[in-house]
C-alpha cells in the first residue's frame, strides 16, 4: 500500500483527552476516531489489526473445537425476561423499542440467544459436546466511558458458549478453552496470567479470568513470580487428563487481583510474591444449567430420560486486546507491534521521493515485497526524512526499511527492527529474503 493512497490521519501532538497510553497512542497513529462517549469508528489502520487479532482468536476456537455462528446484535427482551436477568442486568444494558412495540436490546452478551438456538434444534445426547462461538460487536452503557478503547460502551468480543450432558463434560469443555486462551495470548504476544474471578451478573460457580500485565492497568494483580516462567501449551489437542494436568499447572501458583486478594490468607513469601497491574483481556465461566434449566434447554440422554445440559461461556475482548497489547507493548516513540497483529509487517521508507533513482529503486524493492507476499506500507511521499522515521515509529510496523540516494548508489537497504533499534545495511536481495522470513 502507497501512503500516498492511504488515509492515515496521524497527530503530531497528545490528544489532550486521552489518559493512558493505548488510547493516546491509537489516536495520535490514526486507528480510532471518536464518534460520541466510549463509542469509535475504526479507520483503516485501526482496522486491520482488529481483523488480524480476530482472525487469531477465530483460528485458536476452530481449532479447540468450537464451530462458528453469527447471532445478531439486537435480542429480543423475552428472553431475557424468559431467564430472569431483564431486569436484573441493570442500566448498563442499552434497551430499545421498535415500530411495533416490541421490546429489544442491544446485547452485552449471548447466553439466552445460544441456549434459545440449542433448545430449537438439539435433543440429543449424541449431539454432544457442542460449543458454538461468535465474534460480534457487543453494547454496554458504561457510566464513565474512559480509556478509549478500553471502557468503551461498544466494544468487539469473541463469546463461546459450551453444552455438555453433565458437569464431566461441562468440565472438559471449560479445560479445553482454558489452554485455548493461553495459546491465543501468546500467539498475540502477550503473556496472560489466569485468576480465580467473580462470576458477576454471568452466574456460575467456576470462573477464571485472563490478564495481561501493564503498567497502566485497571486492577492490581498479585501473582507467584514462577508463574510467568510456564510454557504455553503447544499440542494441536489434549486428553481429558491431560488438560486437567494444565489447568492445575497454571493454577496451581498464586494469582489474584484486588478484588480476590487476601493478604493474610496468601502463603507466597514475600521475595516470591510480585504485584503488578494488569488489564482484563479474558474471561471464562461454567454456569452449569442456570440458563439451559430456566429455558428448558434438555436433551434426551442414554436412558431415554431428559436431561439439562450443562453450559459454559468463554468471552475474549477482541477490540480492548487492540488496547491491551499497545499497553503491554510500546516506547516513547509509539507503538511495537508483534508480528502476528501488525497492520504491516514492514514500511518501506524513501528517503527522496521525486528523485528518479531513488523513486525507481524504491519502486523496484516494492513490488518484490508485494510479490513476495509481505505486507508493506510504502512512504512515497514528499516529507521530510525525520517526519517519516517519527511516523514509522509512531504506527509501529515490526520492520522498516529504508532506501535513499546514498543506498542507491551502493545498492544497500537500511533494515530497522522496530522491537529492538537493530539497523542492519543489507543488499536489496538479503533485506528481501529477510523481511520475506527466508533467512
Known amino acids: 500500500m502507497r501512503l500516498s493512497r492511504y488515509f492515515l490521519p496521524t497527530l503530531k501532538e497528545d490528544p489532550k483527552e486521552a489518559q493512558i497510553v493505548s488510547h493516546r497512542l491509537m489516536l495520535r497513529a490514526g486507528m480510532i476516531q471518536q464518534s460520541s462517549a466510549g463509542i469509535y469508528s475504526w479507520l483503516p489502520l485501526g482496522q486491520r489489526v482488529l481483523r488480524n487479532i480476530e482472525q487469531v482468536v477465530r483460528e485458536e476456537q476452530d481449532r479447540a473445537g468450537a464451530l462458528e455462528i453469527l447471532m445478531p446484535t439486537l435480542q429480543p427482551a423475552d428472553l431475557w425476561r424468559e431467564s430472569g436477568r431483564y431486569d436484573d442486568y441493570g442500566k448498563e444494558m442499552l434497551r430499545i423499542t421498535d415500530r411495533h412495540d416490541r421490546q429489544m436490546l442491544y446485547g452485552p452478551t449471548n ?117 510467568l516462567s510456564l510454557e504455553t501449551p503447544d499440542q494441536a489437542s489434549y486428553s481429558a487428563d491431560e488438560l486437567q494436568a494444565i489447568v492445575d499447572k497454571w493454577t496451581g501458583y498464586y494469582a489474584a487481583a484486588d478484588d480476590m486478594h487476601d493478604a493474610a490468607a496468601c502463603d507466597v513469601a514475600a521475595d516470591d510474591l510480585v504485584t503488578r497491574r494488569g488489564i482484563e483481556v479474558g474471561h471464562i465461566f461454567h454456569f452449569g444449567d442456570k440458563y439451559s434449566k430456566i429455558m428448558g434447554a434438555t436433551v434426551a440422554g442414554p436412558d431415554g430420560k431428559d436431561v439439562t445440559v450443562s453450559m459454559g461461556s468463554y468471552g475474549i475482548g477482541v477490540s480492548r486486546l487492540v488496547g491491551g497489547i499497545i499497553e503491554a507493548s510500546h516506547d516513547y516513540d509509539g507503538i511495537i507491534w508483534p508480528e502476528s497483529v501488525a497492520p504491516f509487517k514492514a514500511g518501506l521508507i524513501n528517503l527522496k521521493s521525486g528523485d528518479e533513482p531513488c523513486d525507481q529503486a524504491c519502486d523496484e524493492f516494492y513490488g518484490k515485497l508485494q510479490g513476495a507476499g509481505v505486507e508493506v506500507l510504502y512512504d512515497d511521499t514528499s516529507g521530510r526524512a525525520g517526519e517519516k522515521f517519527a511516523k514509522m515509529d509512531l504506527i509501529g510496523l515490526p520492520w522498516q526499511a529504508t532506501i535513499g540516494p546514498r543506498g542507491v548508489k551502493s545498492g544497500i537497504v537500511e533494515i530497522k527492527n522496530r522491537a529492538t533499534g537493530e539497523k542492519q545495511e543489507l543488499s536489496a536481495d538479503d533485506a528481501l529474503q529477510l523481511l520475506a522470513g527466508r533467512r
Request: charged share 25%.
Open 111 to 227: 447466553e439466552e440467544q445460544v441456549t434459545d438456538i440449542f433448545r430449537s434444534h438439539v435433543n440429543s445426547y449424541k449431539n454432544l459436546p457442542l460449543n458454538l462461538y461468535h465474534i460480534q460487536w457487543k453494547f454496554r452503557d458504561e457510566v464513565r466511558p474512559r480509556f478509549g478503547i478500553m471502557r468503551g460502551r461498544e466494544f468487539l468480543m469473541k463469546d463461546a458458549y459450551s453444552f455438555d450432558l453433565d458437569f464431566d463434560g461441562a468440565k472438559i469443555a471449560y479445560n479445553n478453552m482454558f489452554v485455548a486462551y493461553l495459546k491465543t495470548f501468546a500467539r498475540l504476544g502477550l503473556k496472560a496470567i489466569p485468576l480465580r474471578a467473580a462470576t458477576g451478573p454471568i452466574g456460575g460457580d467456576l470462573s477464571h479470568e485472563f490478564i495481561v500485565l501493564a503498567d497502566t492497568g485497571e486492577s492490581e494483580v498479585f501473582y507467584h513470580k514462577d508463574l
